[in-house]
C-alpha cells in the first residue's frame, strides 16, 4: 500500500504541472472574441446536451470518434471525410458512430459564425462536454486545430484489441505516448460495447487450447457464454464495463472490475496482468485519481499532430475538403 501512496504522490504531481503545460500553437479560450458575442464552445455543449440526453452512449461514440482521428494522421479530422478509399472505410472504422452528431454541431456553430470553427476543433470540444455529462470531470482543452485535406484507409494502423500490452505500447510509443498515456486512454473503455466476435476466443478457446481463459472470473465467464452462445449466427453486444450501475459513466469502475479478473477484450485484461502496467491499473482502481488523469490523457490525444496556422483549412462540410 505504502507503494501504491508514494506513485500517488507522483501521479498527483504531474497533474498538476500537466495542467499548466505548453500545447503547442492550440490556445485555451482559442474562440474568444472570434464571433462577435457568440460563445462557439456553448453552442458545441447546447448540441451535445440535447443528445447526451437522448442517448447517453453518444460518450462512448465520441471517444472512440477522437481516438481513431488523431492515432491515425493527428487530429485533424480527417476521419470525417467522405469517399471510397476513405478512412471510415478502414476496417476498424466500419463500426465507428457519431458523424450525425458532429455535422449538427458544425451546423450550429456556421449559422453563428461562418468559417471559422474546424470539424477537429468540433471532435475536441464534444468529446470534453461529453464525458463531463457522463459523470467524469469538467476540463478545459486548447483549441485552434485546422482541418486535414488527406483521409486514407491505407493510413488507418490503430491497436488491435487482441494484441499483447507490449505490442500495443509500441504502436503508442510510436506516435508518441508512453505506457500510463496507453493505460489511461484504454480507460475510456469505461463507456462503450463491443461484440461476441472480439470476445468469443477468450470463452471457448483461448490460445488454441480449446479452454476458457483460465484468467477470465468464472461469474464473468458464465455471464458472457448466455450472450455469446458458441457457433451462434448473431455477433451479440457486449458492455465493456461489466458493472451495470456505471455501464455509461465515466468513472474508474473499468480498472476496479480488471483487478477483480473482470476485463472483457483480451487487451483490457492483459493490463491487469503485465508488470509494465498493473501497477498503473492498480493505482487508477484504487485511488481518486482516474477523473483527472483521463482528462489530461484526452488533452494529450488531442493534442498529438495538429494542424495550426495556415496549416490545413477550415471545411464548411465536415464531410469533404473546400
Given at each position: 500500500?505504502?507503494?501504491?501512496?508514494?506513485?500517488?504522490?507522483?501521479?498527483?504531481?504531474?497533474?498538476?504541472?500537466?495542467?499548466?503545460?505548453?500545447?503547442?500553437?492550440?490556445?485555451?479560450?482559442?474562440?474568444s472574441g472570434k464571433c462577435g458575442f457568440k460563445d462557439v464552445e456553448a453552442i458545441i455543449q447546447g448540441v451535445v446536451s440535447a443528445r447526451f440526453a437522448r442517448d447517453p452512449t453518444i460518450v462512448a461514440a465520441l471517444l472512440r470518434l477522437q481516438f481513431h482521428d488523431c492515432f491515425v494522421l493527428g487530429c485533424d479530422a480527417s476521419i470525417l471525410l467522405d469517399g471510397p478509399s476513405s478512412e471510415k472505410t478502414a476496417f476498424p472504422n466500419l463500426s465507428v458512430r457519431g458523424y450525425d452528431l458532429i455535422d449538427e454541431i458544425k451546423a450550429a456553430v456556421e449559422a453563428a459564425c461562418p468559417g471559422v470553427v474546424s470539424c477537429a476543433d468540433i471532435i475536441i470540444a464534444a468529446v470534453r462536454d461529453?464525458?463531463?455529462?457522463?459523470?467524469?470531470?469538467?476540463?478545459?482543452?486548447?483549441?485552434?486545430?485546422?482541418?486535414?485535406?488527406?483521409?486514407?484507409?491505407?493510413?488507418?494502423?490503430?491497436?488491435?484489441?487482441?494484441?499483447?500490452?507490449?505490442?500495443?505500447?509500441?504502436?503508442?510509443?510510436?506516435?508518441?505516448?508512453?505506457?500510463?498515456?496507453?493505460?489511461?486512454?484504454?480507460?475510456?473503455?469505461?463507456?462503450?460495447?463491443?461484440?461476441?466476435?472480439?470476445?468469443?476466443?477468450?470463452?471457448y478457446d483461448f490460445n488454441g487450447s480449446g479452454k476458457p481463459d483460465p484468467s477470465m472470473n468464472t461469474a464473468l465467464l458464465n455471464d458472457l457464454k448466455q450472450i455469446c452462445p458458441p457457433q451462434s449466427s448473431t455477433d451479440n453486444i457486449v458492455d465493456l464495463d461489466q458493472n451495470p450501475t456505471s455501464v455509461n459513466r465515466v468513472d474508474n469502475s473499468y480498472y476496479r472490475?480488471?483487478?477483480?479478473?473482470?476485463?472483457?477484450?483480451?487487451?483490457?485484461?492483459?493490463?491487469?496482468?503485465?508488470?509494465?502496467?498493473?501497477?498503473?491499473?492498480?493505482?487508477?482502481?484504487?485511488?481518486?485519481?482516474?477523473?483527472?488523469?483521463?482528462?489530461?490523457?484526452?488533452?494529450?490525444?488531442g493534442s498529438n499532430q495538429v494542424l495550426t496556422g495556415t496549416q490545413g483549412q477550415i471545411r464548411k462540410n465536415c464531410r469533404a475538403v473546400n
Open positions: 500500500m505504502e507503494h501504491l501512496m508514494r506513485a500517488a504522490t507522483v501521479v498527483a504531481l504531474l497533474v498538476l504541472s500537466l495542467g499548466t503545460a505548453c500545447h503547442g500553437a492550440l490556445q485555451y479560450g482559442f474562440y461529453a464525458v463531463a455529462l457522463a459523470g467524469g470531470m469538467p476540463y478545459q482543452v486548447p483549441m485552434g486545430r485546422r482541418d486535414g485535406t488527406v483521409g486514407l484507409a491505407s493510413n488507418v494502423v490503430l491497436p488491435s484489441p487482441f494484441m499483447s500490452v507490449q505490442q500495443a505500447l509500441q504502436i503508442y510509443q510510436q506516435k508518441g505516448f508512453n505506457v500510463f498515456d496507453m493505460v489511461l486512454q484504454l480507460g475510456a473503455h469505461t463507456v462503450g460495447v463491443t461484440h461476441c466476435s472480439f470476445v468469443d476466443g477468450r470463452l472490475q480488471l483487478m477483480q479478473n473482470r476485463g472483457v477484450l483480451p487487451i483490457d485484461q492483459a493490463l491487469a496482468s503485465d508488470p509494465s502496467t498493473r501497477w498503473i491499473v492498480q493505482l487508477l482502481a484504487s485511488t481518486n485519481l482516474f477523473p483527472p488523469l483521463f482528462n489530461n490523457a484526452l488533452v494529450k490525444l
